[in-house]
Nanobody
Framework: QVQLVESGGGLVQPGGSLRLSCAAS????????MGWYRQAPGNQRELVAL???????NYADSVKGRFTISRDNAKETVYLQMNSLKPEDTAVYYC??????????WGQGTQVTVSS
């Protein structure tokens, strides 16, 4: 079992930045593939970015060049640095972990609102 706790969400103006954190506990963090997902009202949950246990990354086209996912295995934490935020980035952001791919375990989510 893995417990995930997200933090770092909030209200930011368009063009601003936020860094989300996801602290993991309960298992060997370094073996898990980690992902950030988001869900806006009325929309399905979508993958934003993932980082494998080996450090490879992948991003949704909508966030490429603006968002960066990283992990610190010593701190058992995964981060999502979000720059040049747009109103369409507004959503609840979820952290997820999995053995084969993210999706086995989920955090409770953190709200990100981009608005002037």
């Amino acid at each position: 079992q893995v417990q995930l706790v997200e933090s770092g969400g909030g209200l930011v103006q368009p063009g601003g930045s936020l860094r989300l954190s996801c602290a993991a506990s309960g298992s060997i963090f370094s073996i898990y593939h980690m992902g950030w997902y988001r869900q806006a009202p009325g929309n399905q949950r979508e993958l934003v970015a993932l980082i494998t246990a080996f450090g490879s990354t992948n991003y949704a086209d909508s966030v490429k060049g603006r968002f960066t996912i990283s992990r610190d295995n010593a701190k058992e934490t995964v981060y999502l640095q979000m720059n040049s935020l747009k109103p369409e980035d507004t959503a609840v952001y979820y952290c997820s972990a999995g053995i084969r791919r993210p999706g086995d375990y989920w955090g409770q989510g953190t709200q990100v609102t981009v608005s002037s």
